[in-house]
């Protein structure tokens, strides 16, 4: 029977062709012809389905129904044509989808093994995690909005370079691979973003930092760093961006190895993998052999002194190198070695040597994991103090620094990317209990001990105290230290520390910052004199005025009506604020060169002060005005009000600073805008030993207006309490814990290429979870895990799970102070045996095949 092309295409696509014979089956073709995929179905002569809930597609675990009007036997065969359920055909059937991801086929044979019929089913599946009581989808859905809406990228951003697009999801391949362990579950373009800083990678092996800064051909970039030959300009002109190495960085080589791994364990293209090999030998050859990377000394990784990986040093050295933070030179610059470049580089040459053994490059994969044991053991006998790697040391002793703080008590954040980077379990349990330590020590102000170095320096560097890099809080450290905490038996720090982040985030927003402040100062000891705007006032709150005096800005019922009036205090500063009401509808100060206002106004205060405070805002101008001092002995000094310190009332917002200078003090409505509001901006005054005798307001000379609502005078500095202020990338940070929450406590572990083989650890006992269910697809390939867990009572623990895997690990904490005295998987016993992590104990199992698995652990 001739059937028709794409009907055949359809079939073969399926994989059924070889299932059923390479020539095709003539019964087969007549019975599936003329069908096609309806609402997930696609129904033959004497199957029909059940359309699945969602109309498209059944997810994996879920019942398929479907009746067949005569008798046979029923085999199913999952997207790869795997056989996966087999059974005498009845009425009415119903089946568990299953095994591998894609179109799905009911077969209907009859006593001598030919085909009477065929239909077909849609499965798919997207990442999810769900738990009995929301919490954990809570905290997995923020942190998946987290990582698709960081400013430029959303979810990622495509790029251009010699007529090739490329995604990626930071202009930094470092940000990409790290926001890459969260965006594997759900973006289906990995390699491009791989593939893009291969395009780049130099003769002699090394890698750019970034593809960030736009296309120039003579780009400031290089005109810095010219002298090492770090910038490549591509010769497409319509490149998006140029390739750039910061000199002082050492991350480029082992995060492209990173990178290309778990680029590959995702897609599963063996292929792509291979092409890369060569690339990658050649970078560490680069990174172990030059001048600027290697050290003769200690035959480590060296590097100048920065706070961690990051990408500037210290003032002392810049200094060296004509004041540029960015710059190395050898023979100028100080060198030591960091422990960070080291132990990310001797796991990065395990990863290297896998993927080398992987396509039988035995021999140079052996020598790839030499190197890389010799560099964890040169790193350790140097840098490891027996509690956490100590973070820089000298190749010269007897440089010193005055920063104020002892170096060698800092922890810095690689201590925690170590935890699952090839360190000993010993190591690990020891730089856990270091930051367990830190949370009990850390300032009460603090929002979690996730430091990225503690305690901060006093001095020497472009960051203070307790901000960014130098103790400046992250959930990247967070995300990093539960992963470790999960997989080294402190199962309930893990939890703990996902919770808190959640909180944290809740507490400041609503919306995951990539780094907090890392503690908040005690307020000065200080007084104020709150000062009357009585003698100048002019303008009323309101937007009726009276005769004399404007309504406002002059535009009726768009005005301040809800300002309050009397004594308030607005960010710890007291006003004594004018009544309309009792004032002769004079509340507030307005200058400007409109009809009805003045222009300038003088107060006499005849005090002295350290700062002035100013309820202000402002209308229609970039450039409010001036204050002026007019002190005693007839001097005078003029600051200028900029519009950051007297906003716009309309929508008022500032820049989060270190040390803020305004803040929005009072935000209020009126019929023509929800959000309107005053700022409250600090001045310090530029002579506080003298007296002064008055203030003088000089404001715009057009329409525009500048607006005083109070006035307060301090005897010390200006001081506003800072917020948080994001210094650090939030979707990189957000993609650091959703890995925590999907490997560490979901325990979902691809142990082989595109979750063919799987480790599963359920560690939902230790948050109190009776149900969960959980799917880990890879969207670049298709790969999946899916399972539903539940703890049925305190004897006993059922799993039910599926996906592509042909063999899966299973290894089920268990509840503190019960013992597993029996394992079924699917009615059947089976042996395990028993694995201890500090506390915790494990029954650990295998399973093969792909179909459903049902597991019931019965305890005492």
């Not at 680029?263 to 993998?273: P, V």
């Not at 103090?385 to 104020?404: A, C, L, M, Q, V």
């Not at 004079?586 to 005849?606: D, E, H, P, V």
């Not at 901006?681 to 203030?695: C, H, Q, R, T, V």
């Amino acid at each position: 029977m001739q059937i028709k092309n794409h009907r055949r295409e359809f079939i073969k696509k399926a994989g059924l062709l070889a299932v059923m014979g390479a020539s095709g089956n003539t019964k087969f073709a007549e019975a599936f012809s003329g069908t096609s995929i309806v609402k997930g179905v696609a129904n033959g002569k004497t199957i029909t389905l059940t359309p699945p809930p969602s109309g498209l597609y059944y997810q994996p675990l879920s019942k398929v129904a479907f009746t067949t009007s005569q008798p046979g036997e029923i085999v199913v065969l999952d997207g790869e044509g795997n056989e996966y359920y087999t059974a005498p055909a009845a009425a009415k059937n119903e089946i568990t989808a299953s095994g591998a991801l894609g179109t799905h086929f009911i077969l209907l044979k009859g006593k001598k093994n030919e085909l009477i019929d065929i239909a077909a089913f849609k499965v798919n599946c997207h990442t999810n995690i769900k738990d009995d009581t929301g919490e954990f989808e809570k905290i997995g859905r923020m942190l998946y909005y987290e990582m698709c809406h960081y400013n430029e990228y959303n979810v990622a951003r495509i790029v251009r370079l010699n007529g090739k697009t490329y995604h990626y999801f930071s202009s930094w391949f470092q940000d990409h691979m790290y926001v890459m362990q969260g965006q594997k579950y759900f973006y289906p373009e990995l390699k491009s973003g791989v593939d893009l800083y291969f395009e780049g990678q130099r003769e002699d092996g090394m890698f750019h930092d970034n593809f960030k800064h736009s296309y120039e051909e003579d780009s400031s970039w290089s005109r810095r760093f010219d002298y090492g030959n770090f910038v490549s300009i591509p010769n497409d002109k319509n490149a998006t961006a140029i390739f750039v190495r910061i000199p002082l960085e050492n991350i480029a080589e082992f995060s492209m190895i990173e990178g290309t791994y778990f680029t590959w364990k995702a897609t599963g293209d063996d292929e792509w993998m291979k092409e890369k090999l060569d690339g990658l030998i050649k970078g560490v050859t680069y990174i172990t052999t030059n001048p600027y990377r290697w050290s003769e000394k200690y035959q480590l990784i060296k590097k100048g002194y920065s706070i961690d990986i990051w990408d500037f040093q210290n003032f002392y050295d810049a200094a060296l190198v004509g004041g540029d933070v960015m710059k190395v030179e050898p023979g100028k610059t100080p060198f030591g070695i960091l422990y960070a470049d080291n132990v990310r580089m001797a796991y990065s040459c395990q990863l290297l040597a896998e993927m080398l053994d992987y396509h039988d490059r035995h021999e140079e994969a052996q020598k790839i994991r030499t190197l890389g044991k010799t560099l964890k053991e040169r790193i350790d006998r140097l840098a490891w103090n027996g509690e956490f790697y100590t973070h820089w040391i000298p190749e010269d002793p007897s440089r010193k620094y005055d920063f104020g703080v002892d170096e060698k008590s800092q922890v810095t954040i690689s201590n925690t990317y170590a935890l699952t980077r090839g360190i000993t379990h010993e190591q690990a349990v020891s730089i856990i209990k270091t930051y367990q330590r830190i949370r009990k020590e850390m300032p009460a102000s603090s929002p979690g001990e996730w430091y990225m170095c503690y305690p901060p320096f006093e001095r020497g560097w472009s960051c203070k105290k307790w901000t960014y890099m130098n103790g400046g809080v992250s959930p990247i450290v967070a995300g990093e230290l539960a992963k470790g905490a999960f997989e080294h038996g402190f199962e309930d720090y893990g939890v703990d520390i996902l919770r808190r982040v959640y909180k944290l985030v809740q507490d400041t927003g609503g919306n995951m910052l990539g780094g907090y402040r890392g503690a908040f100062p005690d307020p000065p000891a200080r007084n104020f004199d709150t000062i009357s705007l009585r003698p100048v006032a002019n303008a009323d709150t309101h937007g009726t005025g009276t005769s004399g005096v404007p309504g406002f800005t002059g535009e009726g019922d768009n005005d301040l009506h809800e300002f309050p009036a009397g004594k308030q205090i607005f960010e710890d500063i007291p006003f004594d604020l004018l009544d309309p009401v009792t004032n002769g509808r004079k509340a507030c100060l307005i200058l400007s060169g409109s009809t009805g206002y003045m222009t300038r106004a003088s107060l006499k205060i005849n005090k002295k002060a350290s700062s002035v405070y100013l309820l202000t805002a402002s209308s229609k101008t970039n450039f409010p005005g001036y204050l002026i001092f007019h002190y005693h002995d007839k001097t005078t000094r003029a600051i200028p009000v900029s519009s950051e310190m007297a906003g716009n009332w309309w929508n008022p917002s500032v820049a989060k600073e270190n040390e803020p200078k305004t803040k929005v003090a009072w935000r209020g409505a009126n019929a023509k805008n929800k959000n309107i509001g005053v700022y409250v901006s600090g001045i310090d005054n530029p002579a506080p030993e003298k007296i002064i005798d008055s203030l003088e307001f000089n404001g715009p000379l057009d329409e525009g207006k500048w607006i005083i609502l109070g006035l307060t005078l301090s005897d010390a500095p200006v001081f506003f309490m800072p917020e948080h202020r994001n210094t650090l990338p939030s979707h990189w940070a957000a993609a650091e814990c959703y890995a925590a929450l999907m490997e560490g406590l979901a325990g979902v572990h691809d142990a082989g290429t595109a979750f063919n083989k799987v480790r599963l650890t359920p560690r939902w006992e230790i948050a109190g979870t009776g149900k969960a269910e959980v799917t880990a697809k890879y969207e670049a390939s298709g790969g999946y895990v899916s399972y539903r867990y539940q703890k049925v009572s305190d004897r006993e623990i059922q799993l039910l799970f599926t996906g592509n895997a042909r063999q899966t690990q299973i290894e089920m904490l268990l509840p503190r102070g019960k013992k597993a005295t029996q394992i079924s998987v699917n009615g059947g016993p089976v042996s395990f045996t028993l694995q201890s992590v500090e506390n915790s104990t494990y029954a650990c199992f295998e399973v093969k095949g792909t179909k459903a698995h049902k597991m019931v652990l019965f305890m005492e």
